[in-house]
């Protein structure tokens, strides 16, 4: 049965494998290249009917994608196609006009159609590896909605300007329980408000990481599973918070998958946009600000600095509690006032958003609990964390930073609740964001879980965790987290303990 991708709604883009995302004319493009290469080896009789179908398919899709936008893994199909369309075409013009037809030998023509279908499998194999990112369909009893929204804190001086007037301004986007939309509903783009912010925002990540924008061009095609503006779940449920910081140069959407299955599970999820910080934020002007951030390459320099942006980005984190409480209050026109439950929130965050998660809490206990999606410590460990911790982590291996365990340890028994820390087998530290599922299965880059197990453990631990500490499901919340690897224990009073998996 085929399943309906990012975007499907619109015709653009149809799973046809797992893992494969091709929209129609990609498809026909590459069904018609296949048949011109298969035609040269057919007998007589119906190599003509093939040869002119495979043209009448290839050439209209093409000149489809030509005007709507070739991704880059359709040209090695396209070139394929028209290599063998050279070598088919030629017989059966000439038999029309009445001359003999000319065919290479067998053992000439097949090195060149070993050739174009090299090229021709390059397509789906680049389509694959690089793909229009298909998202999980939540698993909660709510829809889920989105939308972004921009605040300016006027009493916090943006430190990474000079100008004595700029004020601190933080981009934000709300994902919430919805009411379920009419089928069709055109479903929210990711990584942006728009294509053009997604793009801008796409090519800031590539660009982050040393690649080149068009291998990543699938990205901003995609749609995510909520919808924007969707109204607000009815009923008169309050909804716990859910604060959340992207790593060092990533963006407020990189954990999509992870805040739309919160958010279906009756949670309102806040992803931060760090201005100067994030691969790039676009704000509501239409400004464009890119990092500035940067390692100078010295260790302890680089501590210096990474514990200086931490403090930023808490006290980014703490402002945005403030004004969901103030949305929450009425203070302005809302739909979700007095939906929100702000008396039960967490922070959390992915690497150094991880990190930023913790300070966080240690400085505002409003925060409730704490999740660190594999990030390293980085600040003052006091005064002692006061909440409980979940800290998923990967394996640590050879490999890995030989300081970050003692770190997170160390962060961990400096608490006064008790903690976690998990280890999830197979995981790597970009399986903690959307990145399994856009970027190649290399182990070594999003580790070994694959693209739809990825996304259900780290948002299945972090609702293990979340449900136990801030609804007050009964159990020790070990037991469920067991379910998703190596669970380490951290006690207020005994330390560390190990929890077998």
Same mark, same amino acid.
């Given at each position: /049965?085929?399943?309906?991708?990012?975007?499907? $709604?619109?015709?653009?883009?149809?799973?046809?494998?797992?893992?494969?995302?091709?929209?129609?004319?990609?498809?026909?493009?590459?069904?018609?290249?296949?048949? &011109?290469?298969?035609?040269?080896?057919?007998?007589?009789?119906?190599?003509?009917?093939?040869?002119? !179908?495979?043209?009448?398919?290839? #050439?209209?899709?093409?000149?489809?994608?030509?005007?709507?936008?070739?991704?880059?893994? /359709?040209?090695?199909?396209?070139?394929?196609?028209?290599?063998?369309?050279?070598?088919?075409?030629?017989?059966?013009?000439?038999?029309?006009?009445?001359?003999?037809?000319?065919?290479?030998?067998?053992?000439?023509?097949?090195?060149?159609?070993?050739?174009?279908?090299?090229?021709?499998?390059?397509?789906?194999?680049?389509?694959?590896?690089?793909?229009?990112?298909?998202?999980?369909?939540?698993?909660?009893?709510?829809?889920?909605?989105?939308?972004?929204?921009?605040?300016?804190?006027?009493?916090?001086? $943006?430190?990474?300007?000079?100008?004595?007037?700029?004020?601190?301004?933080? #981009?934000?986007?709300?994902?919430?329980?919805?009411?379920?939309?009419? !089928?069709?509903?055109?479903?929210?783009?990711?990584?942006?408000?728009?294509?053009?912010?997604?793009?801008?925002?796409?090519?800031?990540?590539?660009?982050? #990481?040393?690649?080149?924008?068009?291998?990543?061009?699938?990205?901003?095609?995609?749609?995510?599973?909520?919808?924007?503006?969707?109204?607000?779940?009815?009923?008169? $449920?309050?909804?716990?918070?859910?604060?959340?910081?992207?790593?060092?140069?990533?963006?407020?959407?990189?954990?999509?998958?992870?805040?739309?299955?919160?958010?279906? @599970?009756?949670?309102? #999820?806040?992803?931060?946009?760090?201005?100067?910080?994030? !691969?790039?934020?676009?704000?509501?002007?239409?400004?464009?600000?890119?990092?500035?951030?940067?390692?100078?390459?010295?260790?302890? =320099?680089?501590?210096?600095?990474?514990?200086?942006?931490?403090?930023?980005?808490?006290?980014?984190?703490?402002?945005?509690?403030?004004?969901?409480?103030?949305?929450?209050?009425?203070?302005?026109? *809302?739909?979700?006032?007095?939906?929100?439950?702000?008396?039960?929130?967490?922070?959390?965050?992915?690497?150094?958003?991880?990190?930023?998660?913790?300070?966080?809490?240690?400085?505002?206990?409003?925060?409730?609990?704490?999740?660190?999606? *594999?990030?390293? +410590?980085?600040?003052?460990?006091? +005064?002692?964390?006061?909440?409980?911790?979940?800290?998923?982590?990967?394996?640590?291996?050879?490999?890995? *930073?030989?300081?970050?365990?003692?770190?997170?340890?160390?962060?961990? $028994?400096?608490?006064?609740?008790?903690?976690?820390?998990?280890?999830?087998?197979?995981?790597?530290?970009?399986?903690?964001?959307?990145?399994?599922?856009? &970027?190649?299965?290399? +182990?070594?880059?999003?580790?070994?879980?694959?693209?739809?197990? =990825?996304?259900?453990?780290?948002?299945?631990?972090?609702?293990?965790?979340?449900?136990?500490?801030?609804?007050?499901? +009964?159990?020790?919340?070990?037991?469920?987290?067991?379910?998703?690897?190596?669970?380490?224990?951290?006690?207020?009073?005994?330390?560390?303990? @190990?929890?077998?998996?």
């Amino acid at each position: /049965m085929r399943r309906r991708g990012p975007g499907a $709604e619109h015709g653009r883009v149809t799973e046809t494998i797992p893992g494969l995302t091709l929209s129609l004319p990609e498809v026909l493009v590459l069904l018609g290249a296949v048949a &011109l290469l298969v035609a040269r080896w057919l007998p007589p009789a119906a190599r003509r009917p093939v040869t002119a !179908a495979a043209g009448a398919v290839l #050439v209209p899709s093409a000149i489809v994608l030509g005007i709507v936008g070739i991704r880059w893994q /359709m040209l090695p199909v396209l070139a394929g196609g028209a290599v063998a369309a050279a070598f088919a075409l030629p017989p059966l013009l000439r038999r029309r006009t009445g001359r003999p037809a000319r065919r290479a030998r067998w053992w000439l023509a097949l090195p060149g159609s070993l050739a174009c279908a090299g090229l021709i499998a390059t397509g789906p194999v680049a389509a694959w590896a690089f793909p229009v990112p298909v998202f999980p369909e939540p698993t909660g009893d709510f829809a889920v909605g989105t939308r972004v929204v921009q605040w300016t804190d006027p009493l916090r001086p $943006e430190s990474f300007t000079a100008d004595p007037d700029d004020r601190r301004t933080v #981009v934000v986007q709300l994902w919430y329980p919805a009411q379920k939309s009419p !089928a069709g509903t055109q479903r929210a783009q990711y990584l942006g408000r728009t294509e053009d912010e997604a793009r801008t925002v796409s090519e800031a990540l590539a660009d982050g #990481v040393g690649l080149p924008g068009f291998l990543v061009d699938g990205v901003p095609r995609a749609r995510s599973r909520a919808v924007f503006d969707a109204p607000v779940a009815g009923g008169a $449920e309050r909804f716990p918070v859910v604060l959340f910081s992207p790593g060092s140069g990533g963006v407020r959407t990189q954990n999509t998958a992870w805040a739309e299955e919160l958010a279906s @599970h009756g949670y309102l #999820v806040a992803a931060l946009d760090h201005p100067y910080d994030s !691969a790039v934020v676009v704000l509501a002007d239409g400004r464009t600000i890119r990092a500035t951030t940067a390692s100078s390459g010295d260790r302890d =320099s680089d501590e210096e600095l990474a514990t200086g942006w931490t403090a930023v980005r808490a006290a980014d984190l703490g402002f945005v509690l403030t004004r969901l409480e103030r949305l929450d209050r009425g203070e302005t026109a *809302d739909p979700l006032t007095g939906r929100l439950d702000t008396g039960r929130a967490a922070v959390a965050g992915h690497s150094l958003g991880g990190a930023a998660a913790l300070q966080a809490a240690r400085q505002d206990h409003r925060f409730g609990a704490v999740v660190d999606l *594999d990030g390293y +410590p980085h600040g003052p460990a006091s +005064p002692a964390l006061g909440q409980p911790a979940l800290a998923l982590t990967q394996e640590i291996t050879a490999g890995t *930073d030989p300081r970050y365990l003692p770190r997170l340890t160390d962060a961990l $028994e400096h608490s006064t609740a008790t903690s976690y820390r998990l280890t999830v087998p197979g995981a790597g530290h970009l399986t903690f964001i959307d990145g399994p599922l856009y &970027l190649p299965p290399v +182990p070594s880059i999003v580790g070994t879980l694959g693209r739809t197990e =990825s996304p259900r453990v780290v948002a299945g631990a972090t609702l293990a965790f979340l449900d136990a500490v801030l609804r007050g499901r +009964p159990g020790d919340p070990a037991d469920t987290l067991r379910a998703y690897g190596k669970v380490y224990t951290v006690s207020p009073l005994v330390g560390l303990g @190990h929890v077998d998996a």
